[in-house]
T-cell receptor, first 119, second 113 residues
């Protein structure tokens, strides 16, 4: 079946511009996650959605970052007034949630990310 | 947070078995042991996970020590496509930390043709 799809795969933009990154999760996956990975670094958690709600936004680096999810499916991550330090690969993952908050035994399936470069 | 320790790098010959170790001496009773890998320029890929018993899937096997303080990911026949960084992660079954994946440095596996 189809995996997690992210678009665009690459985005180059000028400092100060706004960008929107899109994630299309695996059909039926209620949980969705955004991470970013800077060159040679580990994963940095950004936000977690359960359905259309975001129980944990604690990883968003600043108020320039926002995310939404509609219809329990597609999610967009928006970065306003981009800065050079925002350059990274932005990864989206999705998983099942068996309910009652039990999620630690559910594999997360990742897209190939959006490589964002801020000039 | 429960932490894991892995060797920085390992080498294997193609078509040979590979055993990737992971120590997690502070694991709690509700932590699942997950393995992911990441190939260059790709997103992380789920490999396998388990709680107490050994697990097998089409990609690999996971051997978990009886005291759960260590585990070993086994690739039965390494291929060139298995060259990647392998991450061993602990995740509680629910609550804080259960949904965030936190990767350490992992083990960089090189496969020699």
């Amino acid at each position: 079946g189809a995996g997690v799809s992210q678009s665009p795969s690459n985005k180059v933009t000028e400092k100060g511009k706004d960008v929107e990154l899109r994630c299309d999760p695996i059909s039926g996956h209620t949980a969705l996650y955004w991470y970013r990975q800077s060159l040679g670094q580990g994963l940095e958690f950004l936000i977690y959605f359960q359905g259309n709600s975001a129980p944990d936004k604690s990883g968003l680096p600043s108020d320039r970052f926002s995310a939404e999810r509609t219809g329990g499916s597609v999610s967009t991550l928006t970065i306003q007034r981009t800065q050079q330090e925002d350059s990274a690969v932005y990864l989206c993952a999705s998983s099942l949630n068996v309910g009652q908050g039990v999620i630690g035994n559910q594999p997360q399936h990742f897209g190939d990310g959006t490589r964002l470069s801020i000039l | 947070d429960a932490k894991t320790t892995q060797p920085n790098s390992m080498e294997s010959n193609e078509e040979e078995p590979v055993h990737l170790p992971c120590n997690h001496s502070t694991i709690s009773g509700t932590d699942y042991i997950h393995w992911y890998r990441q190939l260059p320029s790709q997103g992380p890929e789920y490999v396998i996970h388990g709680l107490t018993s050994n697990v097998n899937n089409r990609m690999a096997s996971l051997a978990i020590a009886e005291d759960r303080k260590s585990s070993t990911l086994i690739l039965h026949r390494a291929t060139l496509r298995d060259a990647a960084v392998y991450y061993c992660i602990l995740r509680p079954y629910s609550g804080a930390g259960s949904y965030q994946l936190t990767f350490g440095k992992g083990t960089k596996l090189s496969v020699i043709p």
